[in-house]
């Protein structure tokens, strides 16, 4: 059973950092991808990173590109999302999920309908 734990969330200012972490259980890391998604209240989940379960490059949606990274450990089957210059918008619950099928990302990754393990999510605000 595949089990899914995401940590990391909390109160941060405007322009301020955190790092969110992802463990997962119950599959073989590296043979998926990984996506980062979050939902902003009365907004639809979003999908916001991605990386291949052996690494390499991650893929971004435009409104975090060059804000957010993403990360994969292997050896601790935990992923990351490292957040800096944040703003009062990127305010959210934060989920992580593997993908069901490919070891990359997929041209459909951002879709949350593609994946079927949800954690139940970390929240973070950014206060203006």
């Known amino acids: 059973q595949v089990q899914v734990v995401e940590s990391g969330g909390g109160l941060v200012q405007a322009g301020g950092s955190l790092t969110l972490s992802c463990t997962i259980s119950g599959l073989r890391f590296g043979n998926y991808a990984m996506a980062w998604f979050r939902q902003a209240p009365g907004k639809e989940r979003e999908g916001i990173g991605c990386?291949?379960?052996?690494?390499?490059?991650?893929e971004y949606v435009d409104t975090v590109k060059g804000r957010f990274t993403v990360s994969i450990d292997n050896a601790k089957n935990t992923l990351y999302l490292q957040m800096v210059s944040l703003k009062p918008e990127d305010s959210a619950m934060y989920y992580c999920?593997?993908?069901?099928?490919?070891?990359?990302?997929?041209?459909?990754?951002?879709?949350?309908?593609?994946?079927?393990?949800w954690g139940q999510g970390t929240q973070v605000t950014v206060s203006s």
């Open positions: 990386i291949g379960g052996t690494g390499g490059i991650p």
């Open positions: 999920a593997p993908d069901p099928v490919y070891r990359y990302c997929p041209a459909s990754w951002t879709s949350p309908a593609r994946y079927k393990n």
